[in-house]
């Protein structure tokens, strides 16, 4: 058996959920439409919800880890928050002035 640290993919477990009117109506109009239980909806929404954050959080994270790696070849790891604001603010304006020339 397992201890209550241990998740069982299986296993669920019934919670109680204060939603506004607004939410419940849209959740009770997609489980109408669908031809599913409100609960049924509810946990499906949960589980994507849970799914997308994840995928935003390890795109964030690539992201982050291909930015440091472009700084460490560049030899600006060591830059301070400033300087590199203004490095961005410069590249910034020079792509402005290369776009739109006065």
């Not at 949960?46 to 690539?62: A, C, D, K, P, Y």
């Not at 830059?79 to 590249?91: A, N, P, T």
Request: glycine share 2%.
């Amino acid at each position: 058996m397992n201890s209550p640290d241990q998740s069982n993919p299986n296993q669920t477990r019934q919670v109680t959920l204060l939603i506004s009117e607004e939410v419940y109506q849209r959740v009770a109009q997609t489980a109408s439409h669908e031809q599913r239980g409100v609960e049924d909806v509810l946990s499906s929404l949960i589980v994507e919800g849970l799914n997308t954050h994840s995928t935003v959080r390890q795109m964030f994270e690539w992201v982050s880890k291909q930015y440091c790696d472009r700084l460490s070849q560049a030899n600006k790891r060591n830059q301070s928050s400033s300087e590199i604001l203004q490095d961005l603010q410069r590249l910034r304006e020079q792509v402005a002035h290369e776009l739109y020339p006065e």
